[in-house]
């Protein structure tokens, strides 16, 4: 699994706000130098950040964007569905999705939602102000219930991607 590039800007762009937003408001301007992002790209993932209650935007002198919220109370996986919508990694997992062509047959179709949760509860478990944190801090040690901790600071041998 990987994310898409919009969800991925946005992480960087959450994180770049929320190293600026502790001094002062912030423009989408100010965000794409700061990132390396297009202007307009910033602005549509400001777009999307601020209808899901991520961003808050004051207009006029002394306006910009905010954090809506101390950026230890957002998490990764609040980032991902702003910009994703709910987590899913099949399409079926959303129930009202009905295009699948194996359908009511599916035997793994019933897995999905607890998979789901568990990657769900995974982003959840890291928090913004650990993202805008600087580099040389190790990623936080991941725990899902009922499964063993995950070290993500480690060497990980490279992914094999799959197409669902």
């Known amino acids: 699994m990987r994310l898409s590039s919009m969800a991925d ?15 002062a408001r912030v423009s989408a301007q ?23 209650g991520l961003l808050r935007s004051v207009r006029g002198a002394g306006g910009g964007l905010t954090l809506a919220r101390p950026a230890a109370a957002i998490s ?8 994703e919508g709910p987590i899913a990694m099949a399409q079926c997992s959303d129930n009202s999705r009905h295009d699948c062509t194996i359908g009511q047959g599916c035997q793994v179709r019933p897995h999905w939602p607890a998979v789901d949760a568990a990657l769900r509860h995974a982003l959840a478990g890291v928090s913004l102000s ?28 490279p992914a094999v991607e799959v197409e669902v």
């Open 30 to 52: 100010q965000l794409a130098e700061d990132t390396g992002l297009p202007v307009p790209t910033v602005q549509k993932l400001v777009s999307k950040l601020s209808a899901a």
């Open 9 to 23: 800007y946005a992480v960087v762009a959450m994180s770049a706000a929320a190293r600026r937003c502790g001094h």
């Open 130 to 157: 650990q993202l805008a944190a600087p580099g040389t801090q190790a990623a936080p040690a991941l725990t899902v219930p009922g499964h063993a901790v995950a070290d993500l600071s480690s060497d990980i041998p």
């Open 76 to 83: 990764l996986a609040d980032i991902v569905e702003a910009v």
